[in-house]
């Protein structure tokens, strides 16, 4: 099963406006990091929380972390058109079998409108 | 700094015949690493690497693939026999040299696998 799950899956908003897209796994983690996925394209790596930590902020990206809840967030201030891409939460933990990994959710398909 | 390098871009093939995905990661970076992605869907583990070495391949089906990252030339991923549902994404990652726990992973564009 999905150890990270995005919601909601899509997410139209006008431009200018906040975009929040939340992201729940299931076991312990070492970190959490964010990615975007423009249409066509890698990935491209946003933001890496660590399990110590609550929140974090780079530019208009803010993420918080709550472990208890096993849930992360991530708000886009003031969106630009350009934001419009797939945004995924990746969740790094031990695999057992010698390293840690990088599991995906399916992602939240984000569309800003001009 | 070139960005994680993947050729080609899309690839046709045949049912049963051999499919080479090439990798180059980023300058300096050591850790390789291999994803399937499949439409809608978010980024699947397949395979880690270091030069010479698989240290982790517990996300890459037992038969018919394969993966190396040699100490020259670039990492392969190799499909052997393919069958309809290898059809994907398959993309690559590198990170750099040193602990790769906590450190971001850079992706490269991906090559799309479709068989025919």
């Known amino acids: 099963s999905q150890q990270g799950e995005e919601d909601p899956q899509a997410l139209s908003i006008q431009e200018g406006e906040n975009a929040t897209m939340n992201c729940s796994y299931k076991?312990?983690?070492?970190?959490l990091q964010w990615y975007r996925q423009n249409s066509g394209r890698g990935l491209v790596h946003l933001i890496l929380?660590?399990?110590?930590?609550r929140e974090k902020h780079s530019g208009r990206l803010r993420v918080t972390l709550d472990t208890s809840k096993k849930s992360s967030s991530l708000l886009i201030t003031a969106s630009r058109a350009a934001d419009t891409a797939s945004y995924f939460c990746?969740?790094?933990?031990?695999?057992?079998?010698?390293?840690?990994?990088?599991?995906f959710g399916k992602g939240t398909k984000l569309s800003v409108i001009p | 700094n070139a960005g994680v390098m993947q050729n080609p871009r899309h690839l046709v093939r045949r049912r049963g015949q051999e499919a080479r995905l090439r990798c180059s990661p980023m300058?300096?970076?050591?850790?390789v690493y291999w994803y399937r992605q499949l439409p809608e869907e978010g980024l699947k583990f397949m395979v880690y690497?270091?030069?010479?070495?698989?240290?982790?391949e517990s996300g890459m089906p037992k038969e018919r693939f394969s993966a190396e990252f040699p100490k020259e030339g670039p990492s392969i991923l190799r499909i052997q026999q393919v069958v309809r549902g290898d059809s994907a994404a398959y993309f690559c990652?590198?990170?750099?040299?040193?602990?790769?726990?906590?450190?971001?992973?850079?992706f490269g564009d991906g090559t799309r696998l479709s068989i025919l």
């Open positions: 990652a590198s990170s750099p040299l040193g602990d790769p726990t906590n450190q971001p992973q850079h």
């Open positions: 076991t312990s983690i070492n970190n």
């Open positions: 929380i660590r399990s110590n930590e």
């Open positions: 990746a969740t790094d933990s031990y695999s057992g079998a010698g390293s840690y990994q990088l599991t």
């Open positions: 300058k300096g970076h050591s850790h």
């Open positions: 690497l270091q030069k010479e070495n698989i240290i982790d």
